[in-house]
């Protein structure tokens, strides 16, 4: 096996410069499924894992001229990342594969598989990178693999709650009774709570009030008439 140096190792990290070749994919998919078991991943995250290093280190003997690469195999939070680097600054890209076909299914196959999949370029190169649940327990994994079509769900970044519209990879389209829309990744969402759903409901309704133009949230003498204890809550 062509290995340039010992791995360092942290307790959340294992990383390895590597040489990519072809007869070295089963010894380093090996590794990675062993360092993700000891970083807690269950089954189904080591499996992500294993197939992400075969996959992406196959296509840097495929598609790269210069063999050398960093392999690493981390936990952030409740997730599972690994990233390989190479010298090549040429995207990967992610096809539609043809079911009749021999090859081609891998990158969408992971697609399918992991939370979130992408590339960063650098000066030398890019490191190409997976993220998926590090076990189903986490929020993270709820999250991802309920999430529909009209599931309710909490986005932490602007602090809202939102319902699925549409869910493409690790892409999520949520939407605001007020019709207010954006696009967030899935790792980031997670179920919305029993409280959650109720106060989107009066939110909904409030909306549909206003939408009537029956609502009148100030009160007839303006907005100090009256009195009384109110929860902060996140706008429409």
Same mark, same amino acid.
């Given at each position: 096996?062509?290995?340039?140096?010992?791995?360092?190792?942290?307790?959340?990290?294992?990383?390895?410069p590597l040489l990519a070749a072809r007869h070295?994919?089963?010894?380093?998919?090996? =590794?990675?499924?062993?360092?993700?078991?000891?970083?807690?991943?269950?089954?189904? @995250?080591?499996?992500? @894992?294993?197939?992400?290093v075969t996959e992406l280190l196959?296509?840097?003997? =495929?598609h790269v001229a210069e063999p050398q690469c960093q392999l690493?195999?981390?936990?952030e939070g409740e997730v599972l990342c690994v990233r390989l680097f190479d010298r090549s600054h040429e995207a990967p890209r992610v096809t539609?594969?043809?079911?009749?076909a021999e090859s081609g299914r891998g990158l969408w196959l992971l697609r399918e598989l992991a939370f979130d999949i992408g590339y960063t370029l650098t000066t030398g190169g890019k490191w190409v990178w997976i993220h998926c649940a590090l076990n189903a327990g986490t929020a993270v994994s709820r999250a991802a693999h309920g999430l529909r079509p009209g599931v309710l769900v909490h986005d932490p970044k602007p602090e809202m709650i939102a319902v699925v519209e549409e869910v493409e990879g690790f892409r999520v389209k949520l939407r605001r009774p007020s019709g207010m829309s954006w696009t967030a990744e899935r790792t980031r969402l997670r179920p919305a709570t029993a409280y959650e759903h109720r106060q989107f409901r009066a939110l909904a309704a409030l909306q549909r009030l206003r939408q009537k133009g029956l609502a009148c949230p100030d009160g007839p003498d303006g907005p100090d008439a009256g009195s009384g204890r109110l929860s902060p809550g996140p706008a429409v």
């Amino acid at each position: 096996m062509n290995v340039t140096a010992q791995p360092p190792r942290t307790d959340y990290q294992h990383s390895w410069p590597l040489l990519a070749a072809r007869h070295d994919i089963g010894e380093w998919r090996h =590794k990675a499924g062993i360092a993700a078991r000891a970083l807690g991943a269950d089954h189904d @995250a080591v499996h992500v @894992a294993r197939l992400g290093v075969t996959e992406l280190l196959g296509n840097v003997c =495929k598609h790269v001229a210069e063999p050398q690469c960093q392999l690493v195999v981390a936990v952030e939070g409740e997730v599972l990342c690994v990233r390989l680097f190479d010298r090549s600054h040429e995207a990967p890209r992610v096809t539609t594969p043809d079911h009749l076909a021999e090859s081609g299914r891998g990158l969408w196959l992971l697609r399918e598989l992991a939370f979130d999949i992408g590339y960063t370029l650098t000066t030398g190169g890019k490191w190409v990178w997976i993220h998926c649940a590090l076990n189903a327990g986490t929020a993270v994994s709820r999250a991802a693999h309920g999430l529909r079509p009209g599931v309710l769900v909490h986005d932490p970044k602007p602090e809202m709650i939102a319902v699925v519209e549409e869910v493409e990879g690790f892409r999520v389209k949520l939407r605001r009774p007020s019709g207010m829309s954006w696009t967030a990744e899935r790792t980031r969402l997670r179920p919305a709570t029993a409280y959650e759903h109720r106060q989107f409901r009066a939110l909904a309704a409030l909306q549909r009030l206003r939408q009537k133009g029956l609502a009148c949230p100030d009160g007839p003498d303006g907005p100090d008439a009256g009195s009384g204890r109110l929860s902060p809550g996140p706008a429409v």
